[in-house]
Nanobody, 115 residues
Framework: QVQFVESGGGLVQPGGSLRLSCVASKSFFRFVTMGWYRQAPGKQRELVAQITPSDTTNYADSVKGRFTISRDNAKKMVYLQMNSLNTEDTAGYYC?????????WGQGTQVTVSS
């Protein structure tokens, strides 16, 4: 069964913004910490943001101050507002539990930052 479905990526110019969305299919959602991960070709997967069931957030230094993670437990959704994007943010973005992801990943959504 699909657990996570991501959307909202696209092509954006440096300095632009995107809002990513993820919907979880299972009822465990409201009980677990969720995160947004990204992975670019040739790079390790990076957990860029996470949010607990009580809305405590943590961010990787690379995105702190630019990205905001939020969640809607009733809708089983988690969001990532991405501002001041730069080329280093180019990657596939995935949602999953955090800091330890489940083995099954969604298809992700591609974010490309380019002039």
């Amino acid at each position: 069964q699909v657990q996570f479905v991501e959307s909202g990526g696209g092509l954006v110019q440096p300095g632009g913004s995107l809002r990513l969305s993820c919907v979880a299919s299972k009822s465990f959602f409201r009980f677990v910490t969720m995160g947004w991960y990204r992975q670019a070709p040739g790079k390790q997967r990076e957990l860029v943001a996470q949010i607990t069931p009580s809305d405590t957030t943590n961010y990787a230094d690379s995105v702190k101050g630019r990205f905001t993670i939020s969640r809607d437990n009733a809708k089983k959704m988690v969001y990532l507002q991405m501002n001041s994007l730069n080329t280093e943010d180019t990657a596939g973005y995935y949602c999953n539990t955090a800091p330890g992801p489940r083995d099954t990943w969604g298809q992700g959504t591609q974010v490309t930052v380019s002039s």
